[in-house]
Nanobody, 123 residues
Framework: QVPLVESGGGLVEAGGSLRLSCAASGRTFSSAAMGWFRQAPGNEREFVAAITQYGGLTSYADSVKGRFTISRDNVKTTVYLQMNSLKPEDTAVYYC????????????????WGQGTQVTVSS
């Protein structure tokens, strides 16, 4: 089991940056692939980024490619999402999740989820 707690969300102007953190507890963190998802009101939860167990491979949604960077620190058992050049359409609740699947983009492949952190980008 990998309990997850996100932090770092907030209100930022368009063009600004935020860094989200997801702290994991439990000894299985380094064996889990990690992902970030987001969900805006009225929308389905959508894939944002994923990273493999030791950080060697990452993948991104086309909408955030070149602006967002996912990384992890297995010593600190934390995964990060650096978000630059934020746009109003990035406004959503952001969730981190863990998976035994490498590079999975479907929420159904993720078995543990955090409670989410709100990101609001003003125009």
């Amino acid at each position: 089991q990998v309990p997850l707690v996100e932090s770092g969300g907030g209100l930022v102007e368009a063009g600004g940056s935020l860094r989200l953190s997801c702290a994991a507890s439990g000894r299985t963190f380094s064996s889990a692939a990690m992902g970030w998802f987001r969900q805006a009101p009225g929308n389905e939860r959508e894939f944002v980024a994923a990273i493999t167990q030791y950080g060697g491979l990452t993948s991104y949604a086309d909408s955030v490619k070149g602006r967002f960077t996912i990384s992890r620190d297995n010593v600190k058992t934390t995964v990060y999402l650096q978000m630059n050049s934020l746009k109003p359409e990035d406004t959503a609740v952001y969730y981190c999740a863990s998976s035994q699947w490498i590079g999975a983009e479907s929420p159904s492949r993720y078995n543990y989820w955090g409670q989410g952190t709100q990101v609001t980008v003003s125009s």
